[in-house]
């Protein structure tokens, strides 16, 4: 008995000095191991040192030629020996053999020399780490939303999104949409994921955006004068100011003309007649948003200024005015009254000032009203019109007659479109004519002139308040010379025995007198002698020894004819003494 109890042991020497070359073994008895086994180890701790591997640390055994690390996912489930067995120089052990991140591991650890395995010591876990999310990036989806992103995190059950360290959201997917921000405003995002309890660290550096703002909307341009234009927008919420772009076509790159802190503008200094395109933008600090859709509008061109109107001759009218800036043409509107409807009738170029309208009517008003016009706008017509009123043409063929010694008949040819004429008359060719009367005929008579005198006379034609010049020439006639009075106040007396003077009263027009006599007052007389006053002489008369008795008749005359004979006159001549 006693022999085969040191075999027995001699035996077990023998294995053992094999064990403690090679560490622990499994071919150990069951009961030497009880016996000569090693003690427990006791776990110092056990730290995850990544997402995928666990690190165990424990104390170091007296007597151990080496450790077993075991490990389940549950504190009291089953065991199993991870890593092979592990140098008695080691204290520790790192577990990375497909472990899941975020996930809890228990471990257990013996040690063991060549008499045998110690119990395995009470457990001890960790968890793994999950890694930080990375490629994270945010960007403003609009003026009050921000999306975040980032790459998929291995083992992550979900993220938790985090602003400015404050945590306001969390989701299943790696984007992230947080609602409800200030606009133009800057924010800095990390991302952690998670699973179960188990967090990561958040996602650095922060991600940082800044809402935008949006554009404005209802962008207006209207023209205000010939060289400006207000643009109006509608308020965009978050915006310090806005800026104003311009450009001369609705496409191409619009260019920066203003800023403002109101919804409008007005861009001054423009050119006039030009189409003017513009987009607004709204800024907050260093964020700008993008431009507006534009928004066009034509200026306006100031209408032609000193416009004025004056007649040519009857049947037209010069109309003439100032250039306008911008203009490539004018039109030209005629109407028949100060308000009434203006009709277009012609155009012009831009480097003309001027038009003559032809074709009227004489003695007519014409009013005028000229526009600006290029190929984007056309200006108001000026104001007020100017007006000017067709000359009538003076009369012509004038002609003068007399009609007796105190009236003449005047004629002339007719003027087209007149109500009437004016006769004007002077006794001296180019002296001045003094109006004398009117007629709506073509001949007037003038009565009450001054026997044998020569008349000029010049006409007009006039159509209401307008009237021709006077005939180009004058048209003149003398007016007849009536035959004379018979003498008055005949009176004869002899003044010697052979003559007897014969006097009388003055006969107006007359020229001569014409002295006739007789021997009797009922005898035929004979013409004794013409006189050029109001005596005469006869003489070389005859008388008979008792007297002899002569009587005279006188009569006037002119170039118109021979007066009657006067009553008779006598006297008597006697012989001289001498000759009784």
């Not at 890694?131 to 975040?148: H, K, L």
């Not at 028949?336 to 001027?354: L, N």
């Amino acid at each position: 008995m006693f022999i085969r109890r040191r075999q027995a042991l001699l035996s077990t020497v023998i294995s053992a000095c094999a064990v403690w070359i090679l560490g622990c073994s499994d071919n150990l008895s069951v009961e030497l191991s009880k016996e000569f086994a090693p003690d427990t180890p006791l776990i110092m701790g056990a730290s995850a040192v990544s997402s995928s591997s666990i690190t165990v640390n424990w104390a170091f055994v007296s007597g151990a030629m080496g450790y077993r690390v075991y490990r389940s996912t549950s504190s009291s489930g089953s065991y199993i020996q991870v890593g092979g067995n592990i140098s008695s120089s080691s204290t520790s052990y790192t577990d990375n053999a497909n472990l899941s991140p975020g996930t809890t591991y228990y471990y257990k650890v013996s040690a063991c020399n060549g008499l045998g395995e110690s119990p395995q010591s009470s457990p001890r876990n960790a968890t793994t780490i999950i890694n930080a999310p990375t490629n994270v990036s945010a960007s403003s989806t609009s003026s009050s939303s921000i999306t975040i992103t980032w790459s998929p995190v291995s083992g992550a059950a979900g993220y938790r999104i985090y602003r400015g360290g404050s945590q306001v959201g969390s989701t299943s997917s790696t984007s992230y949409t947080e609602n409800g921000l200030s606009p133009g405003t800057l924010y800095y995002y990390t991302v952690s994921a998670y699973k179960g309890n188990v967090e990561s660290l958040h996602s650095s550096p922060p991600a940082s955006v800044t809402t935008i703002l949006n554009a404005p909307t209802n962008v207006n341009a209207i023209s205000t004068s010939s060289s400006s234009i207000s643009v109006t927008w509608a308020s965009v919420d978050g915006a310090a100011g806005y800026r104003v772009y311009r450009n001369t076509s609705a496409g191409g790159t619009y260019e920066p003309v203003g800023s403002t802190s109101s919804t409008s503008y007005t861009d001054n200094g423009l050119s006039p007649g030009t189409t003017y395109y513009y987009k607004v933008s709204a800024y907050k600090g260093n964020v700008e948003s993008s431009q507006s859709s534009y928004a066009n509008a034509t200026l306006d061109l100031d209408p032609p200024s000193s416009v004025s109107a004056i007649s040519t001759s009857s049947s037209s009218i010069s109309v003439s005015w100032s250039l306008v800036n911008g203009a490539t043409g004018y039109r030209v509107y005629r109407s028949t009254s100060f308000s009434g409807s203006y009709y277009e009738i012609a155009t012009r170029t831009s480097s003309s000032t001027s038009y003559t309208d032809n074709g009227l009517s004489p003695g007519t008003a014409y009013y005028y009203k000229v526009s600006a016009y290029n190929s984007n706008v056309e200006s108001s017509q000026s104001y007020p019109p100017a007006s000017a009123t067709t000359s009538l043409p003076p009369p012509s063929d004038v002609s003068a007659n007399s009609t007796s010694s105190s009236s003449i008949s005047v004629s002339w040819s007719s003027v087209s479109g007149v109500t009437g004429y004016r006769v004007y008359r002077s006794t001296i060719a180019d002296g001045t004519y003094s109006y004398i009367g009117s007629t709506s005929s073509t001949s007037h008579t003038d009565n009450g002139l001054s026997p044998g005198t020569t008349y000029y006379y010049k006409v007009s034609a006039y159509n209401g308040d307008v009237e021709s010049s006077k005939s180009s020439s004058y048209a003149s006639a003398t007016t007849d010379i009536p035959a004379p009075s018979t003498p008055a106040n005949v009176y004869a007396s002899s003044t010697s025995s052979s003559s007897i003077t014969i006097s009388w009263s003055s006969v107006s027009g007359a020229t001569e007198y014409r002295v006739y006599r007789s021997t009797g007052s009922s005898s035929n007389y004979y013409y004794a002698g013409t006189a050029y006053s109001t005596a005469y002489t006869d003489t070389g008369l005859s008388p008979s020894i008792t007297g002899t008795t002569y009587y005279y008749k006188v009569s006037a005359y002119n170039s118109a004819g021979e007066s009657q004979q006067s009553s008779p006159a006598s006297a008597t001549i006697y012989p001289a003494e001498s000759e009784l």
